[in-house]
Protein backbone atom coordinates (compact mmCIF):
# COMPACT_ATOMS: atom_id res chain seq x y z
CA UNK A 1 0.00 0.00 0.00
CA UNK A 2 1.51 3.01 -1.07
CA UNK A 3 1.87 5.67 2.01
CA UNK A 4 -1.03 8.83 1.94
CA UNK A 5 -0.48 12.26 3.64
CA UNK A 6 -3.89 14.43 3.51
CA UNK A 7 -5.24 11.77 1.57
CA UNK A 8 -3.01 12.10 -1.52
CA UNK A 9 -0.26 9.88 -2.92
CA UNK A 10 3.07 11.13 -2.30
CA UNK A 11 6.41 10.94 -3.81
CA UNK A 12 9.06 11.99 -1.14
CA UNK A 13 11.25 14.53 -2.07
CA UNK A 14 15.18 13.54 -2.50
CA UNK A 15 17.18 16.56 -2.14
CA UNK A 16 20.31 14.01 -3.64
CA UNK A 17 18.66 14.38 -7.02
CA UNK A 18 20.61 15.84 -9.60
CA UNK A 19 20.44 16.13 -13.52
CA UNK A 20 22.74 13.08 -15.44
CA UNK A 21 22.54 14.10 -19.05
CA UNK A 22 24.74 17.42 -20.62
CA UNK A 23 20.94 18.09 -22.38
CA UNK A 24 19.64 18.27 -18.60
CA UNK A 25 21.96 19.78 -16.98
CA UNK A 26 21.99 23.06 -19.69
CA UNK A 27 18.49 23.16 -19.45
CA UNK A 28 18.29 23.34 -15.39
CA UNK A 29 21.35 26.39 -16.02
CA UNK A 30 19.09 28.08 -18.49
CA UNK A 31 16.02 27.61 -16.05
CA UNK A 32 18.26 28.99 -13.36
CA UNK A 33 19.16 32.08 -14.84
CA UNK A 34 15.48 32.22 -15.93
CA UNK A 35 14.26 32.39 -12.53
CA UNK A 36 16.97 35.19 -11.05
CA UNK A 37 15.67 37.66 -13.83
CA UNK A 38 12.26 36.81 -12.55
CA UNK A 39 12.90 37.95 -9.35
CA UNK A 40 15.30 40.87 -10.52
CA UNK A 41 12.07 41.61 -12.51
CA UNK A 42 9.52 41.08 -9.86
CA UNK A 43 11.95 43.43 -6.99
CA UNK A 44 12.40 40.33 -4.86
CA UNK A 45 16.17 40.69 -4.17
CA UNK A 46 17.55 44.32 -3.18
CA UNK A 47 21.39 42.44 -4.11
CA UNK A 48 23.08 40.16 -5.62
CA UNK A 49 24.01 36.94 -4.36
CA UNK A 50 27.66 36.14 -2.79
CA UNK A 51 29.49 33.17 -4.72
CA UNK A 52 28.19 30.63 -2.07
CA UNK A 53 24.57 31.85 -1.87
CA UNK A 54 24.30 31.47 -5.49
CA UNK A 55 25.82 27.93 -5.77
CA UNK A 56 23.67 27.11 -2.96
CA UNK A 57 20.52 28.35 -5.04
CA UNK A 58 21.67 26.59 -7.95
CA UNK A 59 21.75 23.59 -6.69
CA UNK A 60 18.66 23.72 -4.24
CA UNK A 61 17.12 24.93 -8.17
CA UNK A 62 18.82 21.78 -9.49
CA UNK A 63 17.42 19.50 -7.06
CA UNK A 64 13.42 20.17 -6.78
CA UNK A 65 13.23 20.45 -11.02
CA UNK A 66 14.74 16.84 -11.20
CA UNK A 67 12.01 15.94 -8.19
CA UNK A 68 9.11 17.86 -10.22
CA UNK A 69 10.03 16.00 -13.84
CA UNK A 70 10.79 12.48 -11.96
CA UNK A 71 7.08 13.79 -10.27
CA UNK A 72 6.16 13.79 -13.88
CA UNK A 73 7.17 10.25 -14.78
CA UNK A 74 5.41 8.60 -11.71
CA UNK A 75 1.71 8.11 -11.08
CA UNK A 76 -0.07 11.59 -12.66
CA UNK A 77 -2.05 11.48 -8.96
CA UNK A 78 0.77 11.52 -7.17
CA UNK A 79 1.86 14.77 -5.45
CA UNK A 80 5.80 15.82 -4.31
CA UNK A 81 5.84 15.74 -1.01
CA UNK A 82 8.42 18.19 0.87
CA UNK A 83 9.53 18.70 4.28
CA UNK A 84 9.25 22.35 5.48
CA UNK A 85 10.20 22.45 9.17
CA UNK A 86 12.50 24.27 10.69
CA UNK A 87 14.45 21.63 11.81
CA UNK A 88 15.20 20.75 8.06
CA UNK A 89 15.91 24.01 6.74
CA UNK A 90 18.48 25.62 9.52
CA UNK A 91 19.04 22.32 11.80
CA UNK A 92 22.98 23.05 12.72
CA UNK A 93 24.29 20.09 12.95
CA UNK A 94 26.05 17.13 10.80
CA UNK A 95 23.24 15.83 9.08
CA UNK A 96 21.66 19.04 7.68
CA UNK A 97 21.63 18.81 3.87
CA UNK A 98 22.78 22.09 1.83
CA UNK A 99 19.84 22.01 -0.27
CA UNK A 100 17.50 23.44 2.24
CA UNK A 101 17.54 26.24 3.75
CA UNK A 102 16.45 30.14 3.42
CA UNK A 103 17.28 30.06 -0.85
CA UNK A 104 15.06 26.72 -0.86
CA UNK A 105 11.88 28.52 0.50
CA UNK A 106 12.32 31.09 -1.05
CA UNK A 107 12.74 28.94 -4.86
CA UNK A 108 9.51 27.80 -3.96
CA UNK A 109 7.56 30.71 -2.86
CA UNK A 110 9.31 31.93 -6.26
CA UNK A 111 7.84 28.97 -8.42
CA UNK A 112 4.47 29.44 -6.57
CA UNK A 113 4.25 32.83 -7.62
CA UNK A 114 5.58 32.35 -11.60
CA UNK A 115 2.63 29.78 -11.16
CA UNK A 116 5.36 26.95 -12.06
CA UNK A 117 4.49 25.20 -8.59
CA UNK A 118 1.07 24.78 -6.86
CA UNK A 119 0.74 24.17 -3.12
CA UNK A 120 -2.04 21.32 -2.43
CA UNK A 121 -1.09 20.57 1.33
CA UNK A 122 0.28 22.27 4.02
CA UNK A 123 2.37 20.40 6.73
CA UNK A 124 1.24 19.83 10.00
CA UNK A 125 2.34 18.41 13.07
CA UNK A 126 0.45 15.03 14.05
CA UNK A 127 2.78 14.33 17.11
CA UNK A 128 5.28 16.58 19.40
CA UNK A 129 8.06 15.09 17.70
CA UNK A 130 6.49 14.92 14.13
CA UNK A 131 5.32 16.76 11.11
CA UNK A 132 3.45 15.76 7.87
CA UNK A 133 5.46 17.37 4.73
CA UNK A 134 3.77 20.26 2.43
CA UNK A 135 2.16 18.48 -1.13
CA UNK A 136 3.15 20.13 -4.45
CA UNK A 137 2.54 19.21 -8.16
CA UNK A 138 4.25 21.07 -11.11
CA UNK A 139 1.82 22.91 -13.40
CA UNK A 140 1.70 21.64 -17.03
CA UNK A 141 4.61 24.83 -18.46
CA UNK A 142 6.69 23.72 -16.47
CA UNK A 143 7.76 20.85 -18.23
CA UNK A 144 8.04 22.52 -21.63
CA UNK A 145 11.37 24.15 -20.36
CA UNK A 146 13.11 20.51 -20.08
CA UNK A 147 13.95 18.27 -22.22
CA UNK A 148 12.05 14.66 -22.31
CA UNK A 149 13.37 12.64 -19.39
CA UNK A 150 13.78 9.03 -18.47
CA UNK A 151 14.89 7.77 -14.90
CA UNK A 152 18.14 7.37 -16.74
CA UNK A 153 18.16 11.18 -17.18
CA UNK A 154 19.20 11.60 -13.25
CA UNK A 155 21.68 10.38 -10.64
CA UNK A 156 21.99 10.53 -7.38
CA UNK A 157 24.74 12.72 -4.88
CA UNK A 158 25.16 10.73 -1.68
CA UNK A 159 24.05 11.91 1.88
CA UNK A 160 25.95 14.25 3.52
CA UNK A 161 25.92 11.84 6.06
CA UNK A 162 26.12 8.03 5.31
CA UNK A 163 26.79 7.73 9.14
CA UNK A 164 23.50 7.75 11.40
CA UNK A 165 22.99 7.78 14.70
CA UNK A 166 19.95 8.34 16.77
CA UNK A 167 18.10 8.23 19.96
CA UNK A 168 15.65 5.34 21.27
CA UNK A 169 12.21 5.74 19.88
CA UNK A 170 10.10 8.15 22.32
CA UNK A 171 6.13 7.33 22.62
CA UNK A 172 5.22 8.73 19.77
CA UNK A 173 7.28 6.12 18.32
CA UNK A 174 9.90 8.27 16.84
CA UNK A 175 13.66 8.62 16.81
CA UNK A 176 15.53 11.87 17.02
CA UNK A 177 19.12 12.54 15.02
CA UNK A 178 22.01 12.30 17.67
CA UNK A 179 24.70 15.16 16.49
CA UNK A 180 27.85 13.02 17.89
CA UNK A 181 31.39 14.06 17.20
CA UNK A 182 33.68 12.10 14.93
CA UNK A 183 36.32 9.69 16.29
CA UNK A 184 38.54 7.04 15.43
CA UNK A 185 35.88 4.47 15.76
CA UNK A 186 33.13 6.17 13.79
CA UNK A 187 35.45 7.10 10.87
CA UNK A 188 36.73 3.50 10.65
CA UNK A 189 32.53 2.38 10.52
CA UNK A 190 32.32 5.23 7.68
CA UNK A 191 35.08 3.85 5.57
CA UNK A 192 33.65 0.52 5.52
CA UNK A 193 30.54 1.76 4.48
CA UNK A 194 31.84 4.19 1.87
CA UNK A 195 33.85 1.07 0.33
CA UNK A 196 30.79 -1.16 -0.37
CA UNK A 197 29.02 2.55 -1.99
CA UNK A 198 31.95 2.99 -4.27
CA UNK A 199 31.38 -0.46 -5.07
CA UNK A 200 27.88 -0.03 -5.86
CA UNK A 201 28.00 2.85 -7.89
CA UNK A 202 30.41 0.99 -10.19
CA UNK A 203 28.42 -2.62 -9.89
CA UNK A 204 26.58 -3.58 -13.14
CA UNK A 205 23.09 -3.09 -12.14
CA UNK A 206 19.90 -2.63 -13.88
CA UNK A 207 16.25 -2.62 -13.54
CA UNK A 208 14.23 -3.98 -16.70
CA UNK A 209 11.25 -2.58 -18.01
CA UNK A 210 11.63 0.98 -16.28
CA UNK A 211 13.73 2.54 -18.95
CA UNK A 212 10.43 5.04 -19.72
CA UNK A 213 8.44 4.91 -16.31
CA UNK A 214 9.23 5.08 -12.66
CA UNK A 215 7.96 3.31 -10.05
CA UNK A 216 6.43 4.97 -6.47
CA UNK A 217 7.64 2.62 -3.59
CA UNK A 218 4.63 2.18 -0.64
CA UNK A 219 6.51 4.19 1.38
CA UNK A 220 6.71 7.10 -1.24
CA UNK A 221 10.47 6.71 -2.22
CA UNK A 222 11.03 6.01 -5.98
CA UNK A 223 12.24 2.73 -7.64
CA UNK A 224 14.83 3.44 -9.69
CA UNK A 225 18.48 2.31 -10.23
CA UNK A 226 20.42 5.62 -9.41
CA UNK A 227 19.15 4.79 -5.78
CA UNK A 228 22.01 2.24 -5.34
CA UNK A 229 23.64 3.94 -2.50
CA UNK A 230 23.31 2.75 1.31
CA UNK A 231 23.91 4.53 4.74
CA UNK A 232 24.00 2.91 8.10
CA UNK A 233 22.22 3.27 11.41
CA UNK A 234 22.45 2.61 14.89
CA UNK A 235 20.06 3.53 17.49
CA UNK A 236 19.93 4.06 21.39
CA UNK A 237 22.91 6.55 21.11
CA UNK A 238 25.21 3.16 20.55
CA UNK A 239 27.49 2.01 18.04
CA UNK A 240 26.92 -1.40 19.35
CA UNK A 241 22.81 -1.43 18.52
CA UNK A 242 21.40 -1.27 15.40
CA UNK A 243 23.72 -0.66 12.19
CA UNK A 244 21.40 -2.08 9.40
CA UNK A 245 22.26 -0.63 5.72
CA UNK A 246 19.30 1.13 4.20
CA UNK A 247 18.14 3.34 1.35
CA UNK A 248 18.74 1.04 -1.55
CA UNK A 249 16.61 0.94 -4.08
CA UNK A 250 16.01 -2.96 -3.99
CA UNK A 251 15.21 -2.97 0.03
CA UNK A 252 11.46 -1.51 -0.60
CA UNK A 253 10.63 -3.52 -3.90
CA UNK A 254 8.60 -5.99 -3.50
CA UNK A 255 10.13 -9.43 -3.41
CA UNK A 256 8.71 -10.45 -6.33
CA UNK A 257 9.63 -7.58 -8.66
CA UNK A 258 13.41 -8.19 -7.66
CA UNK A 259 13.53 -11.50 -9.13
CA UNK A 260 11.82 -10.33 -12.59
CA UNK A 261 13.38 -6.58 -12.54
CA UNK A 262 16.51 -6.38 -11.18
CA UNK A 263 19.84 -7.75 -13.48
CA UNK A 264 22.91 -7.79 -12.06
CA UNK A 265 25.95 -8.27 -14.69
CA UNK A 266 23.17 -9.06 -17.17
CA UNK A 267 21.96 -11.42 -15.31
CA UNK A 268 18.77 -12.18 -12.70
CA UNK A 269 19.30 -12.21 -9.33
CA UNK A 270 18.92 -15.20 -6.74
CA UNK A 271 18.34 -13.78 -3.28
CA UNK A 272 20.95 -15.91 -0.80
CA UNK A 273 19.28 -15.75 2.82
CA UNK A 274 20.24 -16.47 6.35
CA UNK A 275 17.61 -18.43 8.02
CA UNK A 276 15.54 -16.95 11.47
CA UNK A 277 18.70 -14.76 11.57
CA UNK A 278 17.73 -12.87 14.69
CA UNK A 279 16.68 -16.13 17.09
CA UNK A 280 19.60 -18.17 16.04
CA UNK A 281 22.22 -15.26 16.67
CA UNK A 282 20.33 -15.21 20.16
CA UNK A 283 21.59 -19.14 20.42
CA UNK A 284 24.78 -17.47 19.39
CA UNK A 285 24.84 -15.03 22.55
CA UNK A 286 23.75 -17.75 24.98
CA UNK A 287 26.35 -20.00 23.80
CA UNK A 288 23.62 -22.84 22.76
CA UNK A 289 24.19 -24.96 19.81
CA UNK A 290 22.24 -23.98 16.66
CA UNK A 291 18.73 -26.28 16.77
CA UNK A 292 17.58 -27.48 13.00
CA UNK A 293 14.80 -27.04 11.29
CA UNK A 294 12.50 -23.72 11.48
CA UNK A 295 12.98 -21.71 14.48
CA UNK A 296 9.11 -19.87 14.06
CA UNK A 297 7.57 -23.32 13.62
CA UNK A 298 6.40 -23.37 17.39
CA UNK A 299 3.83 -26.48 16.91
CA UNK A 300 6.07 -28.25 14.26
CA UNK A 301 3.33 -28.76 11.39
CA UNK A 302 3.83 -24.59 10.03
CA UNK A 303 0.43 -23.36 11.72
CA UNK A 304 0.80 -19.72 12.80
CA UNK A 305 4.94 -19.14 11.87
CA UNK A 306 4.05 -15.22 10.78
CA UNK A 307 2.57 -15.04 14.34
CA UNK A 308 5.15 -16.99 16.12
CA UNK A 309 7.82 -14.91 14.05
CA UNK A 310 6.07 -11.77 15.53
CA UNK A 311 5.76 -12.81 18.95
CA UNK A 312 9.20 -14.32 19.15
CA UNK A 313 11.13 -11.17 17.95
CA UNK A 314 9.15 -8.92 19.95
CA UNK A 315 10.63 -10.75 22.87
CA UNK A 316 14.18 -9.93 21.88
CA UNK A 317 13.46 -6.42 22.03
CA UNK A 318 11.13 -6.01 24.45
CA UNK A 319 12.01 -5.04 28.24
CA UNK A 320 10.65 -6.62 30.99
CA UNK A 321 7.45 -8.65 30.61
CA UNK A 322 5.35 -8.69 27.44
CA UNK A 323 2.40 -7.31 28.58
CA UNK A 324 -0.11 -7.36 25.18
CA UNK A 325 0.22 -9.07 21.61
CA UNK A 326 2.43 -6.82 19.81
CA UNK A 327 0.30 -5.73 16.42
CA UNK A 328 -1.44 -7.71 14.08
CA UNK A 329 0.07 -11.10 16.10
CA UNK A 330 -3.16 -12.07 17.73
CA UNK A 331 -5.30 -13.06 14.91
CA UNK A 332 -2.54 -14.89 13.51
CA UNK A 333 -2.25 -17.31 16.49
CA UNK A 334 -5.84 -18.08 16.89
CA UNK A 335 -7.20 -20.06 20.10
CA UNK A 336 -4.26 -18.93 22.52
CA UNK A 337 -4.16 -15.89 24.82
CA UNK A 338 -0.94 -14.36 25.34
CA UNK A 339 -0.22 -15.91 28.60
CA UNK A 340 -0.03 -19.78 26.40
CA UNK A 341 1.40 -18.18 23.51
CA UNK A 342 4.09 -17.15 25.92
CA UNK A 343 4.50 -20.53 27.15
CA UNK A 344 4.96 -22.67 24.43
CA UNK A 345 7.70 -20.43 22.98
CA UNK A 346 9.48 -20.27 26.69
CA UNK A 347 9.30 -24.59 26.41
CA UNK A 348 10.20 -24.63 22.66
CA UNK A 349 13.04 -22.18 23.21
CA UNK A 350 14.24 -22.73 26.31
CA UNK A 351 18.58 -22.14 25.66
CA UNK A 352 17.09 -18.82 25.04
CA UNK A 353 14.15 -17.96 26.86
CA UNK A 354 16.33 -15.92 29.68
CA UNK A 355 17.25 -13.80 27.11
CA UNK A 356 13.72 -12.48 26.50
CA UNK A 357 12.48 -9.27 27.61
CA UNK A 358 16.27 -8.05 28.29
CA UNK A 359 16.21 -5.95 25.77
CA UNK A 360 18.35 -7.79 23.34
CA UNK A 361 16.99 -7.20 19.87
CA UNK A 362 19.44 -4.12 19.13
CA UNK A 363 22.33 -5.56 19.83
CA UNK A 364 21.23 -8.92 17.64
CA UNK A 365 20.56 -6.31 14.89
CA UNK A 366 24.33 -5.11 15.22
CA UNK A 367 25.68 -8.34 14.92
CA UNK A 368 23.57 -9.00 12.12
CA UNK A 369 24.46 -5.83 10.69
CA UNK A 370 28.12 -7.07 10.80
CA UNK A 371 27.39 -10.40 9.37
CA UNK A 372 26.14 -9.00 6.08
CA UNK A 373 28.96 -6.07 5.94
CA UNK A 374 31.59 -8.77 6.05
CA UNK A 375 29.64 -10.74 3.33
CA UNK A 376 28.84 -8.01 1.14
CA UNK A 377 32.58 -6.87 1.57
CA UNK A 378 34.02 -10.14 1.11
CA UNK A 379 31.51 -11.09 -2.45
CA UNK A 380 32.64 -7.14 -4.09
CA UNK A 381 36.73 -8.08 -3.18
CA UNK A 382 35.96 -11.47 -4.76
CA UNK A 383 34.58 -9.08 -8.07
CA UNK A 384 30.83 -10.90 -6.97
CA UNK A 385 28.59 -7.70 -7.11
CA UNK A 386 26.12 -8.19 -3.84
CA UNK A 387 23.02 -6.09 -3.04
CA UNK A 388 22.46 -6.16 0.95
CA UNK A 389 19.15 -7.36 2.28
CA UNK A 390 19.47 -6.80 6.28
CA UNK A 391 19.58 -11.02 6.62
CA UNK A 392 20.15 -11.62 3.01
CA UNK A 393 21.89 -10.75 -0.01
CA UNK A 394 21.24 -10.59 -3.76
CA UNK A 395 23.85 -11.96 -6.35
CA UNK A 396 23.73 -13.11 -9.93
CA UNK A 397 22.38 -16.20 -10.11
CA UNK A 398 25.37 -17.91 -11.29
CA UNK A 399 27.20 -16.64 -8.09
CA UNK A 400 24.70 -17.60 -6.00
CA UNK A 401 26.78 -21.01 -4.90
CA UNK A 402 29.36 -18.88 -3.94
CA UNK A 403 27.39 -16.26 -1.90
CA UNK A 404 26.12 -18.94 0.03
CA UNK A 405 29.40 -20.29 0.78
CA UNK A 406 30.28 -16.80 2.33
CA UNK A 407 27.39 -16.41 4.36
CA UNK A 408 28.11 -20.06 5.72
CA UNK A 409 31.95 -18.86 6.22
CA UNK A 410 31.10 -15.46 7.85
CA UNK A 411 28.47 -16.54 10.42
CA UNK A 412 30.36 -19.95 11.43
CA UNK A 413 33.18 -17.70 11.81
CA UNK A 414 32.04 -14.89 14.05
CA UNK A 415 29.90 -16.99 16.19
CA UNK A 416 32.27 -20.01 17.42
CA UNK A 417 29.38 -22.33 15.88
CA UNK A 418 29.04 -25.51 13.37
CA UNK A 419 26.05 -25.08 11.71
CA UNK A 420 24.85 -22.07 9.76
CA UNK A 421 21.44 -22.16 8.07
CA UNK A 422 20.87 -20.31 4.63
CA UNK A 423 18.56 -20.63 1.99
CA UNK A 424 19.26 -19.91 -2.01
CA UNK A 425 16.35 -18.80 -3.93
CA UNK A 426 16.08 -18.31 -7.73
CA UNK A 427 11.99 -16.87 -7.77
CA UNK A 428 9.05 -18.37 -8.79
CA UNK A 429 9.12 -20.86 -11.40
CA UNK A 430 12.19 -21.83 -11.39
Known amino acids: ?34 LIAQEDKLGLRSRARKDEDRRKFAIAVEAVACNLLMQGLIREDAALAIP ?107 RRVQRINDWLLDADIELTGTHDSARLGKEGEIIASYRRTVRRTFNNKSWQQGGRLSGGFWMTMPRKDRFRQIRMNGKP ?25 DL ?31 RDCSPLLPGLNLKQALALLDQKHEPIAHLFGTGIGFELMFLESELLIAVVTHLFESGIPALPLHDAVLVPEPNAEAAKAAMKYAFCAGSAQSRAFIKVDVGPGK
Open 1 to 34: MITQINGALHARFDPQLRARTPELREAIGRFTQH
Open 296 to 326: YDVMGDGTGRDGWKLLLNALLFTRGPLKRWP
Open 84 to 190: LDNNMMWGSNRYRNPVYGQHFLGLLELLERLKLLKRVAKGYRFSKTAKAPSLFNAVADLGKRFPKVTPASFRREQEPEILILKTGRDEDGNAALVNYSDSPKTRTLR
Open 269 to 293: VADVDYQQLFPRLAYVRARAPQPAG
